[in-house]
């Protein structure tokens, strides 16, 4: 986690309580079982220092190779040594360099250290025992006769590493974003499943360095291979949203009337969406349906679209076409498909008349009438071939106009509050923001 | 700590092991095998190796072919069914060549009893069965498909080297462990080699959904014009199957893929000030201006350079790379043949962008397209 700005004071409360309880644990369990000195764990140590500052640095948080070893240290000498190799991760030149919040490092070592205790806890009270002897590195590695009572201890420490781990850093993100905890549940379960498989690697590293030590330098290929191509993927996933919208950008240029559409439509569906408190995850998909949202109209032939003046039923028959076009295109994209239904539903109306179906709210995705929100009001402040653009004022009284009708009441009232910020302001207007009254179809909105 | 802590069984053709432990390695090996990641030129990567690699030593090499060539056999009939036999035949050529190499490896070396029962040992067998596995499938590849060997595994050690050494360490890995907690050993290194594989597999996913999404973007644009519809992924198509033949590497495969689907952008774009003439293109020589709809997205950084040379433009280089204008060449060759396949195309594709860039490519380069092309059966247009 990491946070360069003064962190906001539940976060810092969060922080200070864990560190609190950390140095609690530290101090039990120093009493109860005293750390050991030996090779392998030193090894281990160095090694999960050297891999916390080559982490893999995520929007939410970062993914370090680091996690495996302290499973190892837990398996080698117990919670407390495991405790002071998960402390030492915590030191990373980076957070130094990015000047991090000092009440966000305390949390961080803070949620390592504790996860790190009560995950070795649990497994010396389920039956585990240490692969470390005391003395000079010498070991007891894990033996046949071992399993399968070790296996619960075992399967236990991973479920308690990996849990404990996305429990406490939720707890984090929800307190320095201030953000719903199911929001930031959302942006850790993902990794949930590599974690556990992370898990399964420190036994394997516990095993190998009870064997020899000369077993570690054959866990730094799997472990880097499995790092680089994770680094490529994000940075490619990272990058997904800009390239579309660059893409798209690239292709609309053909209209000078709708450049950069997708990518302003993008923009507000995320305000209007992060104002409903949709999760992360859903605001990326709505993100991607947004820069898609008008797919179906790049075939639609130039001169209609920017033709001055009305179009015929005919002409507009083509261009009221492109949304169940774009649903189709998209659908061609296996990762995307499920966005299709937002792109074709998204000139539908919340009363209903919209089209291509005359869907009526709740048939209509609210992620479809979010675009439908975005789109509109983008279309209204924007200059087209039939008209002028209108100001913000005359854009937001139009939503109002049809909100009920065209649009969700309780979209067009978040949108009105994030967009404007300024609520007192609309508050004698949002009060006439209707509940289901049908009102006179807005004008001048997209086709 | 001694280094050479290990003690493998005595080397047999057939151990005398439990008949749980070769189930076990066989279910493990079954679980990674069905998770092979397909790749879009046709073959597919897995990390299975490492296991059978161990397999070799631990079990004997007649458990090990069992197990390995019972999983393959599997998975492939599953996956592909009965159809695709070249592909079965192949996998099952490699991994019985691997078996071969790997199973002569641990016997020359239980011939010195100083040596053997080593970690380097270990490590020698592991490598003998990844390497000989790769380099019998690319050249099962090689003769299926008329690709030039050399080429085909030069590309695929580049891009396959890392892979391949994590293996060789999970091989050894389950080696030392196997000692003492015996078949258990099996679940920490499935998780480690899972690991790499997904880490593969959401790599590869998320180039598929950039490849799907710029083929779908174009497909939308050329919606504008009934002639073109469909030239733009028949070019890339085209394009890839010359690359491929020619023995380029998977990413310039895909750069060539990229710059297939967008070298006529700017005529499906028509960009304001850029537009290309109603009447179409004169007989005089032609600048395209597709590469200029893309300048500033940083993904089709590399992918420029091809297409500007497809315009007639200069990569944008000091000096335009040999394998930059041989990419370029692909492309062009690819659109020149699906405007010769296909009239409507030809109608609207005015000025062909072959001419200007065979001109700039040395005689060896232009044959070697050429003789790509003509041995893929494309009836190529006439090349200065």
Known sequence: MEESNRPPRPFRFLAYAFFALAVSGMVFSLRALPPQASIPLALLAIAAVLSENYALALPSYTVSLAYPLTVAAILLAGPTSAAFVAALTAISVADFRAKTSPSAMIFNLAELVLVTLAAGWSYLALGGRTLLTAGLGSGQPLSNGD????????????????????????????????Q?????????????????????????????????????PLFVAPLLVARQLYQR???????????????????????????????????YALELGAAVGLDSRTLERLEYAALLHDLGK??????????????????????????????????????????????????????GGGYPLKAKAPAIPQLALILG?????????????????????????????????????????????????????EEGNLAKVPGSAVTAPMQGGGA | MPILALEFPPFE?????????????????????????????????????????AAVILLGPMWAALICLGSVLVTHLARHGAEERRRVVGAVVARCAALGASALTAYGLSLYPVLYRSLLDAGLVAAAFLMTE??????????????????????????????????????????????????????????????MRQSYAMLQDIRELYRTTVGVLVEAAEGQDARRVGH?????????????????????????????????????????????????????????????????????????PIIRICDGHSSGEMVDAEGDLLAGLIVALASDVDAAEHADVAAAHVGSSVDRVAARVSPSTKSLVVGAALALGYGIPAVN
């Open chain 1, 298 to 351: 790049l075939a639609v032939p130039g001169k209609l679209l920017t033709k001055p003046g009305s179009l015929t039923d005919e002409e507009m028959g083509s261009v009221r076409l492109h949304a169940s076009r774009g649903a189709e295109m998209v659908a061609k994209i296996p990762p995307l498909k499920d966005l299709s239904e937002f792109v074709g539903n998204h000139h539908e109306w919340y009363g």
């Open chain 2, 134 to 195: 790769l380099i019998a499938a690319q050249l099962m590849a090689a003769v299926g498909t008329g690709r030039p060997f050399g080429r085909l595994l030069r590309g695929n050690l580049r891009v396959q080297a890392p892979l391949l050494l994590a293996q060789w360490s999970a091989s050894v890995l389950l080696l030392i462990t196997f000692q003492g907690m015996g078949a258990w050993s099996l679940i920490p290194v499935v998780a480690l080699l899972f690991l």
């Open chain 2, 232 to 304: 733009a992924e028949r070019t890339a198509a085209t394009a890839r199957a010359i690359a491929m033949r020619v023995g380029l590497s998977a990413h310039q495969v895909d750069r060539i893929n990229y710059a297939a689907l967008l070298h006529d952008v700017d005529a499906i774009g028509d960009t304001s000030g850029i537009a290309v003439p109603s009447d179409g293109y004169g007989t005089e020589a032609v600048v395209g201006t597709s590469s200029e709809v893309f300048d500033g997205v940083h993904f089709f950084d590399d992918v420029l």
């Open chain 1, 180 to 216: 719903t905890i199911r929001s930031s549940l959302g942006q850790l379960t993902w990794a949930i499943p590599s974690q556990l498989a992370l898990a399964f690697v420190g036994y394997l590293i516990a095993q190998g360095l009870a064997i020899s030590l000369f077993a570690l």
């Open chain 1, 233 to 267: 993927y994000a940075t490619l996933k990272e990058a997904y949203a800009d390239t579309v919208g660059s893409l798209i950008g690239a292709l609309e240029a053909k209209d000078p009337y709708t450049r950069g559409h997708s990518e302003r439509v993008a923009g």
């Open chain 2, 13 to 53: 053709w057939l151990s005398t092991t439990t008949s749980v432990t070769v189930l076990w390695f066989f279910l493990a090996v079954l679980l990674l095998d069905s998770f092979d990641i397909s790749l879009p030129r046709g073959d597919s990567i897995g990390v299975s190796g490492a296991l059978c690699a």
């Open chain 1, 147 to 178: 399993f399968p009572k070790m296996l619960l201890p075992l399967v236990v420490v991973a479920l308690v590493c990996t849990l404990g781990n996305v429990l406490i850093l939720a707890l984090g993100l929800t307190a320095l974003r201030q």
């Open chain 1, 373 to 425: 929100v975005a789109d509109s009001y983008d279309a209204m402040t924007t200059t087209r071939a039939y008209r002028p653009a209108l100001t913000h004022e005359q854009a937001i009284a139009q939503l109002i106009g049809g909100a009920g009708s065209q649009f969700d009441p309780d979209l067009v009232r978040a949108f009105i509050e994030g967009r404007v910020g300024c609520i007192e302001q």
